[in-house]
Every structure is written in structure tokens, then in C-alpha cells.
């Protein structure tokens, strides 16, 4: 099992910034991809953006140029950068892992709890 906890959410007016992080525990073997996926009210779950163990990134046309995405130095921890935030922005933020982990290397996909970001306009 990987257990995944998000920080960084909150309440921004339009044109600000936040950060969001994630760290990832557990009997981490290796990892595919981390990231970060939203859901907004009355709307399906759909990726932000994601960064390959090899760090390639992967972005929402939506949030291209405004948000980035980054690994830690430790090895299981990601971040979302979000700058210039616009009230479309509003939604839960869920952190994303996809590896191997456990005894067995069972490949896994893991969800954090989600972390809600408000901006007001």
C-alpha cells in the first residue's frame, strides 16, 4: 500500500498563486508516474498535469504555461506550481502515484485525499 497526503490547498483571488505538494509513503519499489488530477462540482476527474520517473511532464491544455509540475529531491514527492489562477481553476486536487510497491511489486495507482482550491474572482 502507498499513502499518499496533500498539502497546500486554500482559498486565492484570480491572478494569484499557490503550491501544492505530495508526498508519498509506504514500500515504494518504483514509480511510473506522479501527479495531479481535479474535480470540480457536477464534473468528471480529469488530469492537471503528471511527471514520468524519467521526467517528462504532461500538462492540460487548460493549465499549459500557468502550471508546473515537479518532482522532490526525495523520491516520492511531487509539487504543482499554479500561478496566474482563474476562478475555472476551483476543484479538489488529487495527488496521483502509479508503481510498484509492497513485498510482492504490485503495480498499483494510488489516490491522496484531494486538497480543495478555491479562486475567487
Known amino acids: 500500500q502507498v499513502q499518499l497526503v496533500e498539502t497546500g490547498g486554500g482559498l486565492v483571488q484570480a491572478g494569484g498563486s499557490l503550491r501544492l505538494s505530495c508526498a508519498a509513503s509506504g514500500i515504494i519499489v518504483s514509480i511510473n508516474t506522479m501527479g495531479w488530477y481535479r474535480q470540480a462540482p457536477g464534473k468528471q476527474r480529469e488530469l492537471v498535469a503528471a511527471?514520468?520517473?524519467?521526467?517528462?511532464?504532461n500538462y492540460a491544455d487548460s493549465v499549459k504555461g500557468r502550471f508546473t509540475v515537479s518532482r522532490g529531491s526525495a523520491m516520492a514527492t511531487v509539487y504543482l506550481q499554479m500561478n496566474s489562477l482563474k476562478p475555472e481553476d476551483t476543484a479538489v486536487y488529487y495527488c496521483?502515484?502509479?508503481?510498484?510497491?509492497?513485498?510482492?511489486?504490485?503495480?498499483?495507482?494510488?489516490w491522496g485525499q484531494g486538497t480543495q482550491v478555491t479562486v475567487s474572482s
Open positions: 496521483n502515484f502509479q508503481g510498484q510497491s509492497g513485498l510482492s511489486h504490485n503495480m498499483g495507482d494510488y
Open positions: 511527471i514520468t520517473s524519467r521526467g517528462s511532464t
